[in-house]
């Protein structure tokens, strides 16, 4: 019996669609709340809209997307509360991230972490606070791949978006300088090759970002679900 090939060749294009999607949600080219048109989002990438409305239902059991009856998708802005816990859970993995990443950090690396912060300084001062926020993820993203921890990896990036919408909000009302100066501190216990020291860190910047959204108006979030009401 010839065993077909179509569904493997669907699943692996909805992934591709749903990474787009997520790219798109990650450098603000579709902000929270904003509409995601099927049609649209196939014609751009090429496809059919089958996996298309595949990729929103995976982002849908995400929380990243939410489904609306006779509406279709939207990029899903998530409450304050959410936000919190999102971010607590992601301060522990990326400390654990920072823990084996300082077993084997690399000058190589170590000198990209530096770059992304300067590049953060010098957007700063031009006050360009979406490439800010680019680097900003670009630089947690370095420290959890060089923690060579697939699982990990694959954990932290499914709360991304929620960390993308902190520094959108954050990057709107917070000195830029003050955010980049943050990272610092974790560069500085990477290069000491000190496990525990950079864990720390990571999880310290992990509290003072939790800080700063707690002092945030809840307006600039999302509906409160009804467990939060």
Do not use: C
Not at 10 to 21: A, F, G, M, P, T
Not at 112 to 138: P, S
Not at 181 to 187: A, L, M, S
């Amino acid at each position: 019996m010839t065993r077909g090939t179509d569904p493997v060749a669907r699943n692996v294009l909805s992934e591709q669609v749903k990474d787009r999607i997520l790219q798109w949600i990650l450098e603000g080219e579709l902000q929270p709340g904003s509409r995601i048109v099927e049609t649209r989002v196939a014609r751009e990438l090429g496809v059919s809209q089958a996996p298309v409305r595949e990729a929103l239902r995976d982002l849908a059991t995400l929380g990243v997307v939410e489904m609306q009856p006779y509406k279709g998708a939207r990029v899903r802005q998530p409450n304050k509360p959410e936000l919190i816990e999102s971010m607590e859970l992601r301060g522990e993995l990326e400390a654990l991230a920072a823990r084996h990443a300082a077993k084997k950090i690399t000058p190589e690396l170590l000198e990209e972490l530096q770059e992304l912060i300067t590049e953060m300084h010098e957007l700063a001062e031009v006050g360009d606070a979406h490439g800010h926020a680019l680097n900003n993820t670009a630089f947690h993203s370095l420290i959890v791949r060089a923690a060579g921890n697939a699982t990990l990896e694959r954990l932290w990036s499914m709360l991304d978006p929620y960390a993308h919408t902190y520094v959108t909000a954050a990057s709107s009302g917070v000195d830029l300088v003050w955010l980049g100066d943050r990272h610092v501190g974790i560069v500085e216990a990477l290069q000491a090759g000190d496990p525990e020291r950079a864990a720390e860190a990571m999880r310290e910047h992990a509290r003072q970002a939790g800080d700063i959204v707690m002092a945030m108006d809840d307006d600039r979030f999302g509906p409160a679900s009804l467990r939060d009401s």
